[in-house]
């Protein structure tokens, strides 16, 4: 029973005591009382008969109405009590609520809607029909995304059997890639660097002193980072630069002398190192230094403002031995200082898959990843599972801290899929990619980049976006094997052009063109009736120009329709509408939004769908 019937049942059986009481004891004194004139004055006045009656009669025509009066007393009682319970029940009262609060939305007073639902309540029709979903935006802002929503790219290698293969690129085919990655939208990407490229050898026995000498800026095997941030340079991407891993194996077997910081390596006489085991570099502060000489040259002398962020770990806890992201990030930090450029980069740590609380260090945003949660597709209406709780403590730190530190998601894509069938997997694992990039913007975060924009990941698992010319995917695969990555090497060398993966490249394309970065996240309410009403997910971010995005997910196998209530202050005059939904057609669909009426407008999502409304008003 709803613990507020039980109230209610209390408060109706004290009640009912304290009538009897009234009834049984108070009334008769007051009666006898009355009767003698000692009463109040009109209580003297309504017993006028004194003459005729004795007091016995008043006192038996008192006995007489009471039973009745108690009779009715517990009947209605029942009655209201039983009212009360029916109203208190979950899908009574959030249709109810709803209902009051489209009345509201409306601009209807507080007592037309009063009217409105005790009409309601009168005319029988108790449940009014809202099996619709209603969303509903407001003015507050939770969060801005001051970093960008994007793509992590990879271009070095720890498996024998993948080679720098971008190395081998010809113009044609970087000139699909870039295509494709304009295509892909996103406005924040990662790109990586092996510090054996710009300091072949170390440059000598001090990290605090540069010799500027030993670095190898012009390397051609930097090439194809320089290709990338020209290339973000002239399109508005900002740029986290990082290392990899502590080796690129490709290049460490051309030139085993590289691996000059790797503990390992030196210490086993570089022997190979392909089966990665953890490694430990031979003094952190050495990492430090080739990342603020590199950062150096790539400001000063190439003039890149694209680069934003730099961190010196990818994973640190799971790659490398001693190593601290937090820790490690002050000496980098006093390296900025000294060559004055520690306001022109952002330092990100500690950039762990394995989550941790913040801690004492010199960086500027803390960054995550995330590859753990799940939606059940048997259970739709449950929602995204298994999020990690320190969102939870991150946000609250982002709200009472002053300055606010960024928290970025920087590698997030592979969904674990549970009640899925093929091929549908390769698109579920996005849209439910799609609901946690939601929940973490409306949760504060400041960016997400997902893993990965890059042609060797078979897209079976959702790493793949991309992928190449007349190469087969057998159905299921896993991340990345011999078997899937060689057929596309193998293509890749013999010129093969870059392709979409539709499913994962058009959902997530529409999730990067309509989140931008300098958008502002709006606090967005999703009544779901379907408990326990997680199955649709919703944000609605304003552009720097003020336009709406107002995203969708429909996780259900089946059409839903939604009701977007938009603040009554900030109304869009026109809408545009482009979804991707499991029919996992070739491109995004377009649909026409019905015109907003009264404030909001009703959507019907199709199954399995990610929608996105887009503000076209001219002002
Ligand atoms: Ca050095
Ligand atoms: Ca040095």
Redesign the pocket.
């Known amino acids: 029973m709803n613990p507020l019937t039980r109230k209610a049942i209390r408060v109706f059986v004290f009640l009912g005591i304290g009538l009897l009481v009234l009834a049984k004891l108070i009334a008769p004194w007051f009666i006898e009382q009355a009767y003698q004139g000692k009463s109040l004055g009109f209580l003297n006045a309504i017993i006028s008969g004194q003459a005729s009656h004795p007091v016995s009669f008043y006192l038996n025509e008192w006995t007489k109405i009471v039973w009745p009066i108690m009779g009715a007393y517990i009947f209605g009682g029942l009655l209201a009590v039983f009212m009360f319970d029916v109203m208190m029940r979950p899908t009574f009262y959030d249709r109810f609520s709803v209902h009051a609060r489209g009345l509201m939305m409306r601009g209807k007073s507080a007592f037309k809607v009063l009217i409105a639902l005790a009409s309601i309540m009168v005319s029988g029709s108790v449940t009014p029909v809202f099996s619709h979903v209603a969303v509903t935006i407001s003015e507050t802002r939770v969060g801005a995304i001051t970093l960008g929503t994007g793509w992590s790219t990879w271009d070095y290698w720890w498996q024998q059997y993948i080679p720098r293969f971008r190395l081998t690129w010809n113009d044609e085919q970087w000139d699909t890639y870039f295509k494709l990655l304009k295509e892909a939208g996103g406005d924040w990407i990662r790109a990586d660097l092996y510090y054996g490229d710009t300091?072949p050898r170390?440059?000598?026995d001090?990290?605090e002193i540069?010799?500027w000498k030993?670095f190898t800026f012009d390397s051609p095997k930097l090439k194809n980072l320089y290709k990338l941030l020209d290339f973000a340079q002239a399109n508005d991407i900002n740029v986290y630069l990082t290392y990899t891993y502590l080796r690129s194996n490709h290049d460490y077997n051309e030139d085993r002398l590289t691996g000059w910081l790797s503990k390992e390596a030196v210490s086993n006489g570089f022997p190979e190192l392909w089966t990665r085991p953890k490694d430990e570099p031979i003094d952190t502060r050495?990492l430090a230094?080739?990342l603020a000489?590199t950062i150096y040259h790539l400001l000063k002398n190439r003039k890149y403002t694209c680069i934003k962020q730099i961190s010196l770990y990818v994973e640190p806890d799971a790659q490398w031995t001693n190593v601290d992201g937090f820790r490690d990030s002050k000496f980098l930090g006093e390296l900025l200082v000294k060559l004055g450029i520690r306001d022109q980069v952002a330092i990100l740590a500690p950039q762990t898959g394995a989550h941790v609380d913040s801690q004492d260090g010199d960086y500027d945003v803390f960054a995550i990843e995330d590859y753990g949660a799940v939606v059940n597709w048997a259970t739709p209406e449950k929602g995204l599972q298994n999020l990690d709780p320190i969102y939870k403590s991150l946000v609250s730190r982002i709200k009472s801290m002053k300055p606010s530190m960024e928290v970025g998601l920087t590698e997030y894509g592979r969904m674990w899929n549970e009640g899925a069938t093929d091929p549908l997997p390769t698109y579920l694992s996005t849209l439910s990619a799609a609901c946690l990039v939601f929940e973490l913007y409306n949760s504060g975060f400041a960016g997400t980049q997902r893993w990965a924009f890059d042609p060797v990941y078979h897209p079976y698992c959702c790493f793949g976006v991309i992928s190449v010319e007349g190469v087969q995917y057998p159905a299921v695969a896993t991340e990345v094997t011999f078997e899937t990555t060689a057929p596309i090497i193998t293509a890749m060398k013999q010129g093969a052009k870059f392709i979409k993966v539709p499913q994962t490249f058009e959902p997530q394309r529409l999730i990067n063109i309509n989140l931008t970065r300098g958008s502002a996240v709006h606090h967005v309410e999703v009544h779901d009736p379907t408990r326990p009403g997680k199955g649709v997910y919703a944000i609605a971010a304003r552009n720097e120009s003020g336009k709406w995005r107002v995203g969708l997910v429909n996780l259900y196998a089946s059409a839903r329709d939604v009701e977007v209530y938009f603040p009554a202050d900030l109304l869009p005059d026109s809408l545009e509408w482009d979804y991707y939904d499991a029919t996992m057609p070739q491109h995004t669909l377009q649909g026409s939004p019905p015109r907003i009426r009264d404030h909001s407008l009703i959507l019907r999502m199709p199954p399995r769908s990610l929608s996105f409304l887009r503000d076209q008003s001219v002002s």
């Open positions: 300091e170390n440059d000598n001090d990290p540069i010799n030993a050495e230094e080739n000489a």
